[in-house]
């Protein structure tokens, strides 16, 4: 089946520094990925949808500058947390809408996760 | 507005027995609702998903779901639980189309031997 890959996989960096987080979909093209955030042992929360050539929509209380997405071609989106402190140490997981044609036609395909830890 | 409820956080089931995970939804347009399985430290997998056809789903690994408007209920359910199925459940609703999916908190699933 359709595959979105998402790397790295995990990610250790120092307060203050930026990660680059991306999301491929590896045999289909995405018009449309959203990007989510996991606490410890809680739900997901969606924090924005990422529309290829155009700004990414967030979701109320999220950072728009504190999370920069991209999402520069068909099938690659990136979430870059600039400036990263302790509590956005997370799992962050993309999603990818297979669009209206095509063999993903009508599906939506999570990547496996990011997780991130900033000490 | 969309939202699902999963009721109850935790649930443990004996190896072979009957597998019952429960979701409300709640959703102002006709939903589409989604089951996903998530392993620790990984992605989510789709297990089933209900798009307004039939009200019966039936998925992988075993699992199946019925939409049941009238309760505003699409639960989860295997006939027996096997040591692989222990992870966490999430149930999710989306107005349609594949766009915006709200998740409900998960319910972690103990499988006991």
């Known amino acids: 089946g359709a595959v979105v890959s998402q790397h790295p996989s995990w990610v250790i960096c120092k307060s203050g520094t930026s990660v680059k987080i991306e999301c491929r979909s590896l045999d289909f093209q995405a018009t449309t990925m959203f990007w989510y955030r996991q606490f410890p042992k809680q739900s997901l929360m969606l924090m924005a949808t990422?529309?290829?050539?155009?700004?990414?929509?967030?979701e109320q209380g999220v950072e728009k500058d504190k999370f920069l997405i991209n999402h520069a071609s068909l099938t690659l989106s990136t979430l870059t947390v600039t400036s990263a402190h302790p509590e956005d140490s997370s799992f962050y997981i993309c999603?990818?809408?297979?669009?209206?044609?095509?063999?993903?036609?009508?599906?939506?395909?999570f990547g496996e996760g990011s997780r991130l830890t900033v000490l | 507005a969309q939202s699902v409820t999963q009721l109850g956080s935790h649930v443990s089931v004996s190896e072979g027995a009957l597998v019952l995970l429960r979701c409300n939804y709640s959703?102002?347009?006709?939903?589409?609702l989604f089951w996903y399985v998530q392993y620790p430290n990984q992605g989510l997998q789709l297990l089933l998903k209900y798009t307004s056809a039939a009200t019966l789903v039936k998925g992988i690994n075993g699992f199946e779901a019925e939409f049941k408007k009238s309760e505003t209920s699409f639960h989860l359910t295997k006939p027996s639980a096997h040591m692989s199925d222990a992870a966490e459940y999430f149930c999710?609703?989306?107005?349609?189309?594949?766009?915006?999916?709200?998740f409900g908190t998960g319910t972690k699933l103990q499988v006991i031997p």
């Open positions: 999603s990818a809408n297979g669009g209206t044609s095509g063999r993903a036609a009508g599906e939506l395909f």
């Open positions: 990422s529309n290829e050539g155009s700004k990414a929509t967030y």
């Open positions: 959703s102002s347009v006709p939903p589409y």
């Open positions: 999710a609703v989306s107005p349609g189309g594949y766009q915006k999916v709200t």
